[in-house]
């Protein structure tokens, strides 16, 4: 459902409260009242996405991928404000089955933009997982660095922690005991 055809009928639905609460009517008002405010909250948060984090958090990626698909349309069905988090949603995703595809969808997240700084670090560090994945060091450490800067509350900061101990496990990787390089 369009967000315009939201936001009509949550204007509907609080007009017809307030005329049942002018003819006396005050518990149906209510009601009505608080069903408008459901409709108008949904214009803000999108109940897909809503219900695909849900099942990404019990880690049933296949449920969470099919509620994230009944978005056709994102840029029509969903506020500004949630493209971006259409797009980490969409990459983790898409990183469980492949995560070389998955960049894409973390870049256009950093591109759109997010309002809370742990999502954007963990867009980040994804992206310095795909990074080291590629052997891509520099990049892997610039990523690691703006995930820390970013992460303010410290709730990926095993997962900082745990990624760099790799990326100095990548260095000791190339170096043989003879001095050459490995490629």
């Known amino acids: 459902m369009s967000n315009i055809v939201r936001l009509i009928i949550a204007c509907v639905l609080f007009g017809a409260a307030v005329a049942l609460c002018a003819f006396g009517f005050w518990g149906w008002g209510i009601l009505v009242l608080f069903l408008g405010g459901i409709v108008l909250l949904s214009f803000f948060f999108n109940e897909n996405m809503l219900i695909s984090q849900f099942y990404l958090r019990k880690e049933n990626s296949e449920k969470a991928e099919a509620w994230l698909m009944k978005i056709t349309d994102y840029e029509k069905q969903l506020h500004k ?6 797009n980490l949603l969409i990459g ?24 809370m700084s742990h999502n954007t670090a963990l867009a980040k560090l994804s992206l310095a997982g795909i990074s080291m994945a590629k052997r891509n060091k520099r990049e892997a450490q610039m990523y690691l660095s703006e995930a820390t ?11 900082i922690k745990m990624m ?9 990787q190339q170096v043989v005991r003879g001095g050459y390089r490995q490629f």
């Open 92 to 115: 983790l995703i898409e990183s469980r089955k492949a995560p070389m595809k998955s960049e894409k969808y973390f870049k256009k997240a950093l591109q759109l933009g997010m309002k």
């Open 149 to 159: 800067k970013d992460d303010k509350n410290k709730l990926l900061a095993e997962q």
């Open 164 to 172: 760099k101990g790799q990326l100095a496990q990548m260095d000791k």
């Open 81 to 86: 404000n949630q493209h971006g988090y259409y």
